[in-house]
């Protein structure tokens, strides 16, 4: 391989203004964790690693210019096969992660993330590496304030989200509408040192531009019609805490670049002011668009898209995250009946699996809108199929009650086949154990098919 860590500043690695502000996010991130963490380049050099990443022999040593290979793994030549190497040639792949089956790699790599430059080329990754002498994690329920969650995707994010809290560095939170993004800003700002100060919400794309720029920048009196006194923008507002720019890709080119000029100087200017005003505020970003296809279509500024995702985070579709339906439903629905002040449902099996089922294109919002209104609009101990899907007339709710018919018909069939076996086929005493008719019974099973067991 060519390149060698001599090629490499100790004090300036990147030259391109994305990499660097991203390498300085990381080292803010990392310098105190146990946790071990590196960025390493396409030529295997080690541009940086926390203290925590280096070996006992090397961790005295003030150098630490090394290849990943002679540092975490102790070879002379470069590993076999290495999965981050496949974040350079695939620049949409957002992470790897190594196997958690057999030894894995050498190093102890346990997830990579690409590093992606101005250019739009990942020119380096950040390597997140196994703790030593731990056992393998094992898979459990998993909540951060109201994220909730345990299939891997989100656990990845959850940890990413410990990972950022106590950066200073701007995150863009990417996911369709209805994944959560504006519960994952909460979930930062809340786990953040800045989470006694206050956490500002700005939806973006419901305010026209000139409005927009004065309920973030403020305005003096007098600026315009109807300014008969002086405001502070909501910038302003979140000093010391936290501002969540949503709906960020609906903002005009004008006003986009007025934001990364702000990002830039770490200062605002009201609307009809001449005197800058210097700020402290985090800012969180998020949008249900791809901006890196609106990038390339030049409706959003490529610089500010840089800018606003120095530490990008991706929520997952409810439909890659099926697992975390039967925790999001005990959660939903045990809130419902608290704030409605009703006793707690029961949600059974039949009605689970509908759930998980169901396509859900509204994701977590819509499962909770659901299940609120099945709360509100019935009585009786448990949720029925019916109860759920009842009073839907889009799209979606005649997905879901296809789905709920053939999970109730499925638990249907297979509570017969139970009974059935129960009695040794007696058909007239498997009918009274499933308190329907001999007539009924019958009916049902030429209707699924059922025949002597």
Request: charged share 25%; glycine share 6%.
């Amino acid at each position: 391989m060519a390149g060698s860590p001599k090629d490499l500043s100790a004090d300036q690695p990147f030259a391109d203004p994305v990499l660097a502000a991203r390498l300085d996010a990381i080292k803010q991130l990392a310098c105190g964790f146990s946790e071990r963490i590196a960025v390493v380049d396409r030529n295997f050099n080690v541009v940086y690693a926390n203290e925590s990443a280096w070996p006992e022999e090397r961790s005295a040593q003030a150098d630490h210019s090394a290849k990943c290979y002679e540092a975490f793994a102790r070879r002379e030549d470069p590993c076999g096969i290495c999965p981050a190497t496949s974040l350079f040639d695939s620049p949409d792949v957002r992470s790897v992660a190594c196997t958690s089956e057999g030894e894995g790699v050498a190093c102890g790599m346990h997830q990579a993330f690409p590093l992606i430059a101005s250019s739009g080329e990942v020119q380096s990754v950040l390597v997140r590496f196994k703790a030593a002498g731990t056992a393998p994690a094992v898979k459990s329920d998993v909540r951060m304030d109201e994220l909730i969650g345990s299939s891997r995707a989100m656990r990845e994010l959850l940890e990413m989200i410990r990972l950022v809290a106590d950066s200073n560095a701007t995150v863009l939170i990417q996911g369709e509408s209805g994944t959560g993004k504006e519960l994952a800003a909460k979930t930062i700002h809340r786990t953040s040192y800045r989470r006694e100060k206050p956490f500002v919400v700005v939806d973006c794309g419901s305010l026209p531009e000139t409005l927009l720029e004065s309920e973030l920048f403020g305005h003096v009196k007098g600026s315009f019609t109807g300014a008969y006194a002086s405001k502070r923008g909501l910038f302003e507002e979140a000093d010391g805490g936290t501002i969540f720019l949503d709906e960020i890709a609906d903002t005009t080119p004008t006003f986009q670049a007025k934001l990364l000029r702000v990002l830039q100087e770490g200062e605002i200017k009201p609307v009809g002011g001449n005197q800058s005003i210097k700020i402290d505020a985090r800012v969180i970003s998020a949008t249900n668009k791809d901006l890196v296809e609106l990038v390339k279509a030049k409706a959003f500024r490529q610089d500010l898209y840089y800018r606003l995702a120095v530490l990008p985070l991706y929520l997952p579709a409810l439909r890659d995250r099926r697992e975390d339906i039967p925790l999001l439903v005990e959660h939903f629905v045990a809130a419902s009946c608290a704030r409605h002040r009703q006793p707690v449902r029961l949600v059974p099996p039949d009605v689970m699996q509908a759930l998980i089922r169901a396509p859900w294109p509204g994701n977590v919002r819509q499962l909770q809108h659901y299940l609120e209104r099945a709360v509100v609009t019935t009585t009786g101990s448990e949720l029925r199929c019916k109860d759920v899907v009842d009073g839907e007339s889009d799209g979606a709710g005649h997905d879901l009650r296809t789905v709920a018919r053939g999970a109730a018909e499925q638990a249907e069939r297979a509570g017969i086949i139970q009974a059935l076996r129960q009695t040794e086929g007696n058909r007239a005493r498997a009918a009274k154990l499933l308190k329907i008719s001999r007539a009924s019974l019958y009916n049902k099973l030429r209707a699924y098919e059922i025949g002597d067991l």
